[in-house]
């Protein structure tokens, strides 16, 4: 931009003030949760170096594109970025206000023409800013987050915020059980008999391999969730789990039931929250009276049973085991569920409480046919999970 | 900043349309020789500025399409193993030391450079497109996170390769998957987000010189508004641009000129037989009432 040379003159001197700022502005990502170390840092002076300290516009770019790893942040790093510069703006202006107050005047000018300039060339988000969303806590808040009892998730925000977080949860699962079943392969295997056979065409030269195919290990899941009204506090923190988990098992299957069993993997699917919403109110709307859990893995094992169960699957069940029906039919189809699969995870919100007893009766039937029993009232107990849906 | 819009201009020049934020970060990627994470919808234009970047620095554009189960001999190199068996045979009645033999069956001649390795073995640096990262497996991510660090290939028959010249790397990605933060460190970073008005039109009549002033704006208008309602696939940058240029085809001047051939024409720009359902008529004529 304009008048380059006095520019330059007034900036020699607080050019270390001007690498300070920036440290700080990097300091202040950090904090904010951004993932930015010493490397990040020494980048981030490059890069303003680079820029005219009066471009801020080019500082805030190539700012943005270094220090930004994801979406969720670079949505949040205009509004940082401008709070923490437009605080050092107005600190030069006072500063400099009695040297050369003018040009300062028309420097600033001059920068407001260059911002509309951009505004008119459209670019992704600078003027649209940040919907809603204030600045999130860091790592402490994160922590305690994890541990708190989903039932005391006061007002929306948080519960919004929750079911985001176990959502996320659920899609990080996939990778890490990926790694892990992966460990023990190396590279691709030739099949010897396959090869000798393929050989004969060319007098006994192996000219045409042949390899195994990569199995691939990954677990199908089968999650049943009880959607009635005592666990209504945590439907839809368990809907939202099963939608992360939906989306990134290729295998895996979501019901939902309390009177009824209904599949809701599709639904699930859907790409938009809020339709997602509507759909499954509209699933659960006219069902009253009770929890049969029974009867409904009795519905499960007529119609899916065949086709979802076997020795890769793992089913988790999601319940407080308060069931209106007979103990024993819900003891009967919970055995034969777990005789065609590899596990059977029974996950209790309740059992997180204090002095929680499993005394229900259906709970009392279920617990001999369950492998795993869990409590899963929180972020930290959803994490403890992982290592039961892994196959083997 | 003169720097950047001349970057900008250069972009235009090369049939792409960036608006400046964008030109900043591409020209950053050229000077610090660091790879680009584009992440976004699918249809924003993100392979589009590989191959536009390509075309500003007159270098070729190499690609790597990634999928689950991609491994390195696909992706990396491969030893072509019947030509060095026919070889061996060829040569079993010639005299020489066995050692000259392997040495010579294990040579530049009887290797396949996949996408990476001729990326790093250009005389001028290329532009290596690695198009939808998130597809592969972590494994495939972690051996390109190493590549990307020390831009080096390590061949044991044959020794390390070092790069003649350090190609300019733009991933991209729209979220199948969760990258790992290393990756996602290693790179800068780019959300595209779906264009605006202004810039939708301008890619409209870049690509499609042809059509009206008005038609343009209407069909630009139309599509953008499609992409607030709630739809599995909304439409991308090249739907419009299919979707127009059948417009084009069809003589068709206004949007609400005839509106049987309009909803045919729809096909261009809904792809799931469940959009189609979901769009009724009457939304529309609600769309082309308020475009025209």
């Known amino acids: 931009m304009s008048g380059g040379a006095e520019n330059h003159s007034r900036t020699a001197g607080p050019g270390e003030a001007f690498s300070a700022r920036v440290i700080g502005f990097t300091r202040m990502l950090r904090d904010q949760g951004f993932p930015v170390g010493v490397q990040e840092g020494l980048d981030a002076l490059r890069v303003a170096r680079r820029c005219d300290i009066t471009d801020r516009q080019g500082l805030h770019w190539g700012l943005r594109a270094l220090l930004c790893t994801c979406v969720d942040e670079w949505q949040r790093f205009d509004e940082l970025f401008d709070i923490y510069w437009r605080l050092a703006g107005r600190r030069t202006r006072t500063r400099t206000a009695g040297a050369g107050g003018g040009r300062e005047a028309a420097r600033e000018a001059s920068g407001a023409q260059g911002v509309a300039r951009d505004i008119d060339q459209p670019g992704v988000g600078e003027a649209q800013g940040i919907e809603g969303e204030g600045p999130k806590g860091g790592a402490s808040a994160a922590e305690a987050r994890a541990r708190t009892d989903f039932q005391r998730l006061a007002d929306q925000g948080q519960l919004r915020e929750m079911e985001h977080l176990v959502e996320r949860l659920a899609r990080r699962m996939r990778r890490r059980i990926v790694r892990r079943a992966r460990i023990v392969r190396a590279g691709r295997q030739v099949h010897m008999g396959r090869t000798v056979r393929n050989s004969l065409r060319y007098g006994g030269l192996p000219l045409d391999l042949a390899f195994r195919k990569r199995r691939r290990e990954l677990p199908r899941l089968v999650l049943l969730l009880d959607v009635s009204r005592s666990m209504s506090l945590y439907s839809y923190l368990f809907l939202r789990f099963a939608r992360g988990i939906v989306s990134v098992f290729r295998d895996a299957d979501a019901f939902v039931y309390h009177t009824r069993l209904v599949r809701v993997t599709e639904a699930l699917r859907e790409p938009n929250i809020e339709r997602v919403r509507e759909k499954l109110a509209v699933l659960s709307l006219g069902w009253s009276g009770g929890t049969r859990i029974g009867a409904c893995l009795e519905r499960f094992n007529h119609d899916y049973g065949r086709r979802l169960l076997n020795r890769r699957t793992i089913v988790v069940m999601v319940s407080d085991g308060l069931d209106t029906g007979p103990p024993a039919l819900l003891a009967e189809h919970l055995q034969r569920i777990r005789r065609r699969v590899r596990r059977v995870v029974w996950l209790n919100p309740l059992l997180g409480r204090a002095g929680y007893q499993p005394l229900a009766g259906g709970m009392q039937a279920a617990l001999g046919a369950v492998d795993v029993f869990a409590p899963a009232h929180s972020l930290d107990s959803l994490r403890a999970l992982e290592p039961y849906l892994v196959n083997g | ?292």
């Open chain 2, 1 to 292: 900043m003169r720097d950047i819009a001349d970057f900008q201009w250069r972009l235009d020049e090369a049939g792409y349309v960036a608006e400046r934020s964008l030109a900043a970060t591409l020209m950053l990627v050229a000077r610090m020789q660091r790879p680009l994470l584009l992440e976004g919808e699918a249809g924003v234009g993100k392979t589009e500025i590989a191959k536009a970047l390509a075309r500003v620095f007159d270098s070729p554009l190499i690609r790597l399409q990634c999928y689950e189960g991609l491994d390195v001999s696909s992706a990396v190199y491969e030893w072509n193993y019947q030509h060095q068996l026919l070889t061996i045979r060829l040569q079993e009645s010639e005299p020489g030391p066995a050692q000259e033999k392997e040495k010579h069956i294990f040579s530049e001649a009887f290797l396949l450079k996949r996408p990476l390795l001729q990326a790093i073995t250009q005389p001028e640096s290329p532009v290596l497109l690695v198009d939808e990262i998130d597809r592969t497996d972590e494994e495939f991510e972690a051996y390109l996170l190493e590549l990307l660090s020390d831009y080096q290939i390590s061949i044991p028959e044959l020794g390390t390769v070092q790069a003649t010249s350090i190609p300019y790397v733009v991933l991209t990605s729209n979220g199948t998957r969760e990258l790992s933060d290393a990756l996602r460190r290693r790179c800068l970073y780019h959300y595209v987000d779906y264009p605006t008005f202004d810039k939708e039109l301008r890619i409209v009549h870049k690509h499609l010189p042809a059509i009206g002033e008005q038609l343009g704006a209407q069909v630009v208008a139309f599509v953008q508004g499609l992409r607030e309602l709630e739809l599995r696939k909304r439409p991308g940058i090249a739907e419009t641009l299919d979707w127009a240029a059948a417009l084009l085809h069809l003589d068709i001047e206004s949007l609400d000129q005839d509106p049987a051939r309009l909803a045919d024409s729809l096909t261009c720009l809904l792809k799931t037989k469940e959009d189609r359902d979901a769009l009724s008529a009457g939304q529309v004529d609600g769309l082309v009432a308020k475009t025209t």
